[in-house]
DNA sequence: TATGAATGAGAGTTCATTCAT
DNA sequence: TATGAATGAACTCTCATTCAT
């Protein structure tokens, strides 16, 4: 009989079984809280396992959320590449623009977990782990660039990649402000501070327009 | 004539000293390494003091690097608003760019302190500590924007703000980027990585044009 | 004119009161919480002192308390060597428990003050703190002794001097068990620690009955 | 056979092992200081373990001492209950009060650890140890008082718990005079203060007959 | 593989006491 | 004398990580 977790994880599915209920655990308890107020031994229980095992699959604690960062992030891309491979003509901007808005919306976590990504996570990770990692979201960043870069007759070689290093740019940078720690939470209610409580999808819609509208005013030769 | 740090702070004056001294350490430690590498006890051994000198000056290490970046901060908007005040007449975009990352450049240690800023050294402080670098900070941005505002005629209400919190993202989100962690700075050396290899103000530059340009664009009527 | 407590203590009336001052600060603190909760900056805070100008008068914080201890006890031996005097005859064992316990009735903080006397003040104070407190409490001892030995015709040479130690024995000990802390508080409500609920004043009384009861007993040659 | 210490204790067994290592530091420790000069961390060195381990078994210093102390009355009650089960008919004053002081003899410990129980011990423990130990100690109290009650025909109903407090305030009592701190060590030994160096094995048990004596006469009709 | 006991570093904190002013 | 800044030694407690079993 098929048990839902092995106890001994001997075939390659049983430890990828395991693997995927830390993970899963990890994100259960990321939603709930953040980074810093999860422990190893909380997400060893809620996986069922012991803190001894996690370290078998994970090296650190970092690694564990990076993993759960780079799933997010693949599975942004995939829709992301499927939404540019369907359209079959040159999209607009406000288009192109919505899709990506949509995609994000649905995808709260991986706007949660990007911040923290390059300054938190990218530590404290095995050679081993940050070689895949990278490379994986090199190899996918520089053909979802391609995509784009296909999508708009006025960008010039490269720039598709740089649109999308300018979309993560704008979700790290912004999704930092939008999501202010415990205290700051109650400061950004006053009235003074209205100004400076952003909407991190409002202001990555407009600004990625206000972006993609400077690179076409700028590579459209005036006649 | 300035004195040395007095053994005990006993004015207004004094005190100021000592707690310059106490930042004066920690910005030293944290050019040499890095927040995570930094304890306090460090910090007190580098300043001359004792563990608990400290802490009658800094409640957290958090609030020891807020109060680091938020004099780097001000400093640069300092010489921002200085600069944007002794414009005769309306800017061009490259200048006020070119501008704008000359004094970015100048400041290497705003660069760097910018990113961990929100994530990392605005949890853990005080409601007091909070509220004073959040209001100021308001007041300060509130005012550049609208310096900004006024160096660009294609300017809209609010749009000033717009884009200095653009700026911002821009540092904070290339920022990590170009910043790679101990692990992540020899694979980024691979040559499969060079289009990932970010350099943090020519992104800024580039990006910040583009920006304003889209900006202008959208803004000024076709007729 | 005369300010309540001069700024600078140069007479011996002025030193009196600043150290006056802090008893009674200290006094009131302990009333309110106890040893272990109090600090000095909070005495020098409610005595209207800094904290340096607290150990000008007591080198220790024990200090503080034996000294506190010692006003009360020494009060509680004036008024049960008056009443001693006062007694024209001999007395009943009743009777004089009832005298003891009604003036120990009007003295709660000494009850509170005696259990930790010896265990908690007594160590790190002074020699001369110690000397002084120890010699005057030997001779009033001694002289209260003989006037509670004069008391009952029953009691031999010395038994007097007994009698009193073993009164100062079960306050010490039946105080500890009749103050628990705040953790046992709950527990000691739990109707099977009924029996273990020890009301001091009751204990006193009963265990110096039986005591002084067997004294006669023993000393009374049955023919 | 006994084995040595495990490394890691795995059974129920090892853990309690473990557990006894730590208190058998802290053992050595306090005969050898007192509880005031003794940190977590030394008993940790002794113990031959890393400091967090030590936490993983006690929570507090405190908590430590009193299961030390538990230990020591448990002990103690042991004999007690044997010596008294092992009369067959009832005792002497003198027969039984010359037990209980030999019984106490041969425990020195407990002599030094009863004093500071409720004052000190009994502060800082989690409700659950505390429990725990009051719980116990108020059955074997009420047991033993029933052994005691049985052992004296002049004992009324529920006079046999009042003798065993009693005889646990002599000690508690008698033992914070017995054993001065440093300082009064020798102040004590003064001739002028011949009279009040209290030999705590004499004092209980000339206390104790006493007090048996009294109540055996306060108890028994004369007719 | 799996476990969870053990580690150990360090953060935060408190506070009695000292001492420069 | 009076002040309160500075000290520094503890202590509690947490937790990622290691490693014996």
């Known amino acids: 009989m098929s048990e839902l977790i092995a106890r001994r994880a001997v075939s390659t599915v049983q430890k990828e079984a395991k693997r995927d209920a830390i993970l899963i655990a990890a994100r259960a308890l990321f939603v709930e809280t953040g980074f810093g107020d999860i422990n190893i031994a909380e997400i060893a ?23 759960l960062a780079s799933e997010e992030l693949n599975d942004w891309l995939d829709v992301l590449d499927n939404a540019l491979l369907s359209a079959e003509t040159t999209r607009s901007i406000p288009d192109f623009v919505g899709m990506a808005r949509h995609l994000l919306e649905e995808r709260p976590l991986l706007l949660r977990l990007m911040p923290p ?77 209205a100004a400076f409580r952003i909407d991190l999808l409002d202001k990555f819609e407009h600004s990625l327009i206000v972006y993609l509208t400077g690179l076409k005013t700028i590579n459209t030769p005036q006649e």
């Open 45 to 67: 229980r809620r996986a069922g396992l012991a803190k001894g095992t996690v370290y078998l699959y994970f090296k650190t604690k970092e690694e564990i959320f990076l993993n």
């Open 117 to 193: 990504l390059h300054l938190v996570f990218e530590n404290n990770i095995s050679l081993d782990q940050a070689l895949r990692f990278k490379q994986l979201l090199a190899r996918r960043t520089q053909y979802t660039g391609g995509l784009i870069e296909k999508g708009f007759d006025f960008l010039e070689e490269g720039q598709g990649l740089d649109v999308l290093l300018n979309m993560q740019c704008l979700i790290v940078g912004f999704g930092q402000m939008a999501e202010p720690s415990p205290v700051l939470q109650e400061i950004m209610e006053r009235p003074e501070m």
